[in-house]
């Protein structure tokens, strides 16, 4: 049997249904990170083995021994101290399921790839682009450690910019899946034409939302979220004056509860008003659907994070709160392709002689 691969013409929707798969996953281990944090679970695994930790302990040893290694951390001892085997196992298995999801999402990427490019099927300029997704991918286990051994020193807790790091670079993961997805589906329809380009609404509108997940991050690192329980005001106020200051002043962007929630609360409605412009846009090119589906979302998720503070951030809102910011940049990146799509339709060829527009 030849081991040669086959030439086989591309394959674009097979990919981009593949795509949307693992952005699904991608979603899935956004939604059990934000659990994993809520429930502060994250240092329950105190060690990093990318192979053997794929077999979560088995047997009364094995659980002694990971319970054991546990309580020589930070947290264990001054947070957890006297904690019972089997409350560590609580914690510990939304720990070992976010880091499985990873293992199986890092699997689910990287053999259907070597597969589509040993058959010869990805289009051509797509490749480099997917290997740049399996690279983030990989870059991401490693931040996800160094987030977690930033609380295995000497504080009970993982840095609140590391966090940061590690969720945003989750969502420019999920963010690039779905973007090349939706071209290869429009490749697929169409038969031609290259990738659609961003339109400009989309990019402020992208920026802001990525703005905003920082500040998420930061809440969720800082447990900012616990600060006021109220809304609209903080309290009595719609800023507490009373509230301490650091030095330098530009430290209260990051390392501040109060300044940090007080921004996250109102970056908010910048955010809609972005969502606004691009649904009107979508909306006046026929994408109606898309434009109806970004509003929903933002208006969703500005009312999940109300009921999250108002709750004193129950885990589930809270959680919801995560996931639907995940889907609201799906809504984003809908939108923006299907303008995207409609404006390079209908762009005038640039090659000398000819302005005739493109065929849709």
Request: a positive charge; hydrophobic letters at 55%; proline letters at 6%.
């Amino acid at each position: 049997m030849s081991l040669e691969p086959r030439v086989s013409p591309s394959r674009p929707r097979a990919i981009a249904l593949w795509l949307l798969a693992v952005a699904g996953l991608v979603f899935l281990m956004v939604v059990v990170g934000g659990i994993t944090r809520l429930t502060e679970s994250g240092l329950s695994i105190v060690r990093w083995e990318p192979l053997s930790g794929a077999l979560p302990p088995i047997g009364e040893a094995a659980w002694a021994a990971e319970f054991a290694a546990y309580r020589q951390s930070p947290q264990y001892q001054l947070i957890n101290s006297g904690m019972s085997l089997e409350d560590f196992k609580n914690i510990y298995f939304w720990e070992y399921v976010h880091r499985l999801l990873g293992r199986i999402i890092g699997l689910a990427f990287a053999l259907p790839l070597l597969w589509f490019a040993w058959k010869r099927a990805i289009p051509r300029g797509y490749g480099w682009k997917l290997g740049v997704i399996l690279a983030l991918g990989a870059l991401q286990g490693a931040i996800g450690w160094w987030m977690v051994a930033s609380g295995l020193v000497d504080r009970p807790d993982v840095s609140h910019i590391r966090l940061a790091v590690h969720l945003l670079t989750a969502l420019a993961i999920f963010a690039a899946t779905l973007w090349v997805a939706l071209d290869l589906l429009r490749l697929a329809r169409a038969g031609a034409g290259g990738p659609v380009r961003m339109p400009t609404a989309a990019i402020w509108l992208l920026s802001l939302l990525f703005l905003q997940y920082l500040f998420g991050a930061y809440v969720a690192g800082l447990d900012a979220g616990y600060a006021f329980a109220s809304w609209p005001k903080m309290g009595d106020q719609w800023f507490p004056t009373e509230a301490p200051l650091l030095e330098p002043f530009l430290r209260n962007f990051a390392d501040n509860p109060i300044v940090v929630q007080f921004i996250h609360r109102w970056l908010a409605f910048a955010v809609a008003a972005a969502a606004l412009v691009l649904a009107r846009a979508a909306w006046r090119k026929g994408h109606w659907q898309s434009a109806a589906a970004l509003i929903g979302a933002v208006t969703v998720q500005i009312l999940l994070g109300i009921f999250t503070l108002l709750s004193g951030v129950e885990l589930w809102i809270a959680a919801s709160h995560q996931g639907m910011a995940v889907l609201l940049l799906a809504a984003a990146l809908v939108a923006a392709h299907r303008l995207g799509g409609e404006e390079r339709a209908t762009a005038p060829s640039l090659e000398p002689g000819r302005l005739k527009e493109e065929p849709a």
